[in-house]
């Protein structure tokens, strides 16, 4: 999972792996270690929910992204490629949350492109 962060905005591309797991475990991480104890950690979760609707919160350095149980289902069983929800956080912000598929980069790396999602814009050889 990569994640990017700007502004009031955060934006999760999802490679197969990620987006098979939300689907079949209901929850995925990545974290950030600046050292070896709890404290010194930035982590990222989404984690499917009977919830009807997205919510976020926030805890000692995990943000957890909570998603309808339908968001992970349509993720992995079409072509859809993304979701994009707007959350109050009760604390008079609004945070923009996108989650999307993560498409092969065309002129990256085959690491960078592993266990991506092919390009649509990619030409056929």
């Not at 968001?71 to 604390?91: M, W, Y």
């Amino acid at each position: 999972m990569k994640v990017r962060i700007a502004e009031n905005k955060i934006r999760f591309r999802l490679r197969k792996h990620d987006v098979a797991d939300l689907h079949e475990i209901g929850i995925i991480t990545q974290v950030l270690e600046f050292g070896s104890g709890m404290e010194d950690r930035l982590a990222f979760t989404l984690q499917s929910s009977e919830n009807a609707e997205a919510n976020i919160q926030y805890s000692m350095g995990n943000t957890t992204v909570l998603l309808p149980v339908s968001v992970a289902e349509e993720l992995n069983g079409t072509d859809r490629i993304g979701f994009d929800f707007s959350i109050d956080t009760g604390k008079g912000k609004l945070i923009d949350v996108l989650i999307e598929k993560d498409f092969s980069c065309l002129d990256g790396s085959d690491g960078d492109n592993a266990d991506t999602y092919a390009n649509p814009t990619q030409q056929a050889c």
